[in-house]
């Protein structure tokens, strides 16, 4: 699989994923991505350009897709729309570009006859109870919460069809909260480091006893090659690094490491819906594909994270304004 198509590629775990592959094989990628409020080409910088085609395009184009799925051996979709709090305000281009979109590339997966990977998220599981002693397995029952997550189950369920009905050769995994570099503003990790180099105070939904299983973009990047390269067609795979962390644990964290007193955050207006708890068993994927995340300790990735958006202003500032003034409009 010397020739791979990235959907999303200019996203953030799309990018990050981009930059793995560089790094760590000899394909050639050639990314597709509508540059949408949360792409940007400027985090795909410093990839040689013999290893990377960028093409601007929506991947609900039928014609554009049919094109580009010809010249390559593998698809990793990672293209959606993404974040809860945008589809709580605004559903459709979830349905557009989760559903729609992902339905288009499985028609030109048909008919190329291409390997394909469907990148999702443990959010199509639900939430858990706090004290539930299970976490979600590849056997839990859908029961998505909010436009997003049930647009994201719809693709994936859209995904096993088309390998049952089709036999697309196609494989899924599910993973849990990521955090690293190149992430919107608007997510609760970069929402807070950034408030805090602006002199703003983070803001926690609720009472913030909301738990949240982080893994590092890295790890989740590594996890997905080793699914394209051994999972086994038609199967999913949850991946996760054990990283269950309560978001006001999480607020303190970032404020020590940011040299500031662990209580200057504020109590915001809760999500509407607000899922309780995502937790991955990630048994699976390590026992049959001897994966393993590198990121083992959580404040030590953190503290990269923080130090990446102090040195990197010029790649947030832009969207900062306007992200903290859609929050401000409903209280948060
Ligand atoms: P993101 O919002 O940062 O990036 C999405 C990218 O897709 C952007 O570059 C955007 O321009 C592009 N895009 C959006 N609509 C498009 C369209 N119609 N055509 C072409 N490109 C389009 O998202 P992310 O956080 O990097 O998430 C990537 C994938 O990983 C998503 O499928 C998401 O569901 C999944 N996921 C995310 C997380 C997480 O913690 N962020 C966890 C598990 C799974
Ligand atoms: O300002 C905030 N304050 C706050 O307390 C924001 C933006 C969020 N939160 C809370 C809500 C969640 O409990 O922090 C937690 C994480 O919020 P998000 O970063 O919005 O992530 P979440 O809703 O958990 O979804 C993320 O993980 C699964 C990604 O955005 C999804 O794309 C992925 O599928």
Redesign the pocket.
Known sequence: MNRLLVTGGAGFIGSNFVHHVVAHTDAHVTVLDALTYAGHTASLAGIPADRLTFIEGNIADAELVDGLFSTVDAVVHFA?E????NSLHDPRPFLDTNVVGTYTLLEAARRHERRFHHV????VYGDLELDDPQRFTETTPYNPS?P??ST?AASDLLVRAWVRSFAVQATLSN????YGPFQHV????P??ITNVLRGIR?????A?A???DWIHADDHSSAVLAVLDRGVIGETYLIGADGEKD?KT??ETILQLMGQPADAYEH?TD?AG??LR?AIDASKIRAELGWAPRFGDFDAGLADTIAWYRDNEAWWAPSKDATEAF?ASKG?
């Not at 993973?175 to 990521?178: L, R």
């Not at 608007?186 to 990790?189: D, M, S």
């Not at 983070?202 to 609720?206: D, E, I, Q, T, W």
């Open positions: 959606a993404s974040h809860n709090d999702s998220t443990d959010e909010s997003y997550s994201k993973c849990s909260n990521n608007e997510k609760f990790i929402r807070q983070p803001k926690l939904y609720g913030g909301n738990v949240r978001n999480v607020v915001v999500r607000h899922d995502y929050y948060q």
